[in-house]
């Protein structure tokens, strides 16, 4: 048997955690990886709400995302009317905060907000 890597592990448990809130919740498996059209980790629906989610779990207080995951997540949150997030540790940022830098864009987990307060 083959077990989950932190990563896939860590957006169960987020995933498990967001449907304490009253939403049904999506993984996508293998999500970008490979594939010509990007597929964020988790999405969150609620009657009243959508939530994209690119999920990050690392010890670094600076993530750096390419410009594929980005613009995927503003595409999806844009179709759906919802909002896309990146989320590290529960701390999360929306997409249109990310500072963009050269050809990335990054994420400081110092200036995201708890997961909750975007649940609600």
Do not use: W
């Amino acid at each position: 048997m083959v077990l989950p890597s932190t990563g896939k592990a860590y957006e169960r448990r987020l995933r498990d955690y967001i449907t304490k809130f009253g939403y049904v919740v999506c993984r996508s498996g293998g999500s970008g990886a490979g594939n010509s059209e990007y597929t964020p980790d988790l999405i969150a629906i609620r009657r009243d709400k959508v939530i994209i989610i690119e999920v990050k779990d690392h010890s670094s207080d600076k993530i750096y995302l390419e410009p594929r995951q980005v613009e995927g997540l503003k595409k999806l949150a844009e179709l759906s009317g919802g909002i896309a997030l990146v989320c590290n540790k529960r701390r999360c940022i929306e997409v249109d905060l990310l500072e963009k830098t050269g050809n990335t864009y990054k994420f400081d987990v110092r200036d995201a907000k708890p997961l909750d307060s975007f649940l609600r």
